[in-house]
């Protein structure tokens, strides 16, 4: 298997096509076993559903290390939150923490939300 210098592991060339497909607007989903994504890909110009089996934190460093985000609106970046009433749990607290980390560290300035 050959490796591209500087490039993260995890971006495999389905995923680095995806990413290098997109222009600004287009928008990318990273989500978890209970997400429809399979389904939702069908509705995608490229029609791939992408797995990455590592964590929401290291996923979001590596595609962020190559991936612009658009600073051009609000909140380039997005979560879906536990509905109004509900908090998430210590454990889901601290995964958000430390994705919006992973974000920072290649967006500074980027707005999460």
Do not use: W
């Amino acid at each position: 298997m050959g490796l591209l210098k500087g490039i993260d592991p995890l971006l495999t060339a389905d995923l680095l096509h995806v990413l290098r497909s997109m222009g600004h607007g287009d928008k990318l989903v990273i989500c978890d076993c209970n997400f429809p994504a399979f389904e939702v890909s069908t509705k995608t110009t490229s029609k791939k559903c992408i797995v990455l089996t590592t964590a929401l934190p290291a996923a979001l460093y590596a595609i962020c290390s190559v991936l612009p985000l658009d600073y051009f609106v609000e909140t380039p970046a997005q979560y879906m939150a536990p509905s109004e009433g509900l908090e998430l749990p210590p454990a889901g607290q601290e995964v958000l923490q430390e994705s919006k980390n992973a974000i920072q560290l290649h967006a500074k300035d980027v707005n999460i939300g």
